[in-house]
């Protein structure tokens, strides 16, 4: 549909999506401020005209809304759905042939178009770009949107390449300038295979970081395909025109995109990257990741830097979210015998809290009803792709009345209605999380819990602050959060014994003045007002500060045969000693930004 990013802001201009910033802005802060204030707000996607240090434009919020987001889409969206479909669940092609072979066609005609290498592009240096710093704390500035490209050097060619959205650290650190960037990926991820194949063979893996051109090719980066759907295939697919792509000094160039840096990562070579402001809504702190020496640098004369920024939820990349699962539809499905419906949730930072539906179709051995199915359901969940980071998976089997994991109180109080916490909390200990997530024991460290529920209500959710749980002697200002759930303020810890021996003796004095049995679950946090203010707050500061193996405790708490269980269960979500540090604007900046959204500024009335 467009063949170039500006094709795309130009018709989204014409269309009421886009507005055009005359005035300069500095990329370091301001542009993300900025952005953040028209996202919160609900605006349009904003071209930068006039970035201070670069000669290029930036464009931001492209993705902002899923209106505006099926809007770019709108010529490709129901032809690229059914080829992901039919990837999805082949077997339809095989019963209905005729109806799914333009789905069929459509995917051979979507295939990339070799054609030449940089001819057209302008070499340039990385300090010409636009150097977009987000968050006061980051590292450096860094590539938020990019399309990073690597080929596997055991099948090299275009239809094994793997194109993923990596994020990239273009300054700052101990990178020399304009020479050495970073890379910050997982080993599991596809690029993280094609190093290790290229290390096992003692070469640099050939690297190539595109950065704009058509919407569809940003979108390919972040698309969980199926398999035999290449990133690139599906990047024509949705663009409605195939991907163009060349060669230059060995390394591959998208000719569509705007700008192009290519380099190598050579094996065992690592630098510090970060900090940078993440998706969970802290900083995710400088640790050894790969670095890339840097090649050379191309832009096309008139090039368009786009950029998102990422932070405490929801962002862009919420709306990417629901994009994907718009285009991907009930692929878990197909992939999960038994799955109805797995949400990850948006408020909690999306990795760290799933919550799903299943299938509860036997409870052999058992004289009543208890999670059986499900608990065979959850442990594939948590062996599926990007669902494997989650560190708590609620799972519920739908019955006799209709529920959903999106509206997420009510299938919280689903859960809490029906568990057995003595029996239907379900650990893995030491194992891997999301490296973003700063709740474990150390880098990628962490555990996950089940909690599944099935059978009639157990129990009538409190909806109010037990006596039980006032003018306790560390533990204050107890405050219900939603039925059956109460926050409680307790001062910070300095170490887990000593945090094991506050949360003992509150279950002791639980215990002492009768139980609880209305309120099965507490959260102990550092302010129990931010906490039950509002949904989202629980979910974010519950789910992202809390390790399920070392964070959970229990009212009457024991253990039969290895297993765990509670009569009410207690998550102590305080930030930890080792916690990363929240995001936080800088005022400057904000009162800065303001002459934009003023009288005679290009964004007056909005935010």
Excluded at 5 to 28: M, Q
Excluded at 94 to 99: D, E, I, T, V
Excluded at 222 to 241: D, H
Excluded at 410 to 428: N, P
Aim: aromatic letters at 8%; one cysteine or more.
């Amino acid at each position: 549909m467009y063949p170039t990013l500006e094709a795309c802001v130009n018709d989204l201009e014409r269309n009421g999506h886009l507005v055009r910033i005359r005035e300069e802005v500095d990329p370091d802060l301001e542009l993300a401020a900025i952005h953040l204030r028209v996202f919160e707000a609900g605006g349009p996607a904003l071209l930068f005209e006039n970035v201070k240090g670069s000669r290029y434009r930036a464009v931001s919020n492209l993705f902002g809304t899923l209106e505006r987001s099926k809007f770019m889409f709108r010529q490709t969206w129901e032809s690229t759905k059914n080829v992901i479909a039919l990837r999805n669940d082949p077997i339809q092609a095989l019963k209905q042939p005729l109806r799914h072979a333009k789905s069929a066609a459509a995917a051979a005609k979507a295939l990339p178009m070799r054609q030449g290498g940089a001819a057209g592009f302008q070499e340039i240096s990385i300090q010409e770009l636009p150097l977009i710093k987000h968050w006061p704390m980051d590292g450096g500035p860094f590539i938020t949107l990019p399309q990073v490209y690597s080929e596997d050097p055991d099948k090299p060619g275009i239809m094994n390449a793997n194109l993923g959205m990596y994020r990239v650290q273009l300054q700052g650190n101990d990178f020399i300038a304009d020479k050495e960037i970073g890379l910050h990926y997982q080993i599991h991820r596809g690029i993280g295979i094609h190093q290790h194949h290229a290390a096992r063979k003692g070469e640099p893996l050939k690297v190539s970081i595109f950065v704009g051109g058509p919407p569809s090719h940003t979108l390919s980066a972040v698309m969980p395909l199926p398999e035999g759907l290449s990133e690139l295939t599906f990047a024509g697919l949705l663009a409605g025109r195939r991907f163009r792509y060349g060669y230059e000094d060995g390394y591959c160039i998208s000719r569509d995109a705007d700008f192009v840096i290519t380099g190598e990562i050579h094996p065992g070579e690592t630098k510090p990257e970060g900090p940078f402001g993440d998706h969970l809504g802290y900083y995710s702190l400088a640790h050894p990741f790969p670095l890339m020496r840097v090649h050379k640098v191309y832009a096309k004369p008139e090039a368009i830097w786009p950029f998102t920024v990422v932070g405490r939820p929801p962002q862009e990349d919420t709306a990417f979210g629901a994009l994907i699962h718009e285009l991907t539809g009930d692929a878990v499905k197909q992939e999960i015998p038994g799955v109805k419906e797995v949400h990850a949730v948006d408020a909690a930072g999306v990795h760290p809290l799933l919550f799903a539906i299943g299938s509860e179709r036997y409870t052999p051995y058992a004289p009543a009803k208890q999670p059986a199915e499900l608990l065979t359901i959850a442990n594939r969940i948590l062996g599926t792709g990007q669902l494997s980071l989650a560190k708590y998976l609620f799972i519920a089997a739908e019955e006799q009345e209709p529920i959903s994991t999106h509206d997420e109180a009510a299938f919280l109080s689903y859960i809490l209605e029906r568990i057995d916490l003595q029996r239907d909390l379900h650990f893995q200990t030491n194992t891997t999380i999301d490296t973003l997530d700063y709740s474990g024991t150390g880098l990628n460290q962490g555990s996950k819990v089940i909690l599944a529920a099935c059978g009639e209500k157990k129990r009538e959710l409190g909806i109010s602050v037990p006596s039980q749980l006032q003018e306790l002697r560390e533990f204050v200002h107890p405050r219900i959060v939603q039925p059956g759930v109460v926050a409680l303020e307790c001062p910070p810890f300095t170490s887990y014994t000593e945090a094991k021996e506050q949360l003992q003796e509150l279950s002791q004095a639980i215990v002492e003045r009768g139980g609880i049995p209305d309120i099965p679950l507490i959260v102990i946090c550092d302010d129990s007002g931010f906490l039950s203010a509002s949904l989202s707050n629980f979910l974010w500061a519950t789910f992202t500060r809390s390790n399920p193996s070392h964070d959970m405790y229990g009212v009457n708490s024991g253990y039969s045969f290895k297993h765990w269980g509670c009569d009410t269960l207690i998550i102590d979500a305080r930030i930890k000693p080792h916690h990363a540090p929240p995001l936080i604007p800088d005022t400057a900046v904000q009162k800065r930004i303001d002459r934009l959204f003023t009288s005679g500024g290009s964004l007056n009335g909005m935010g």
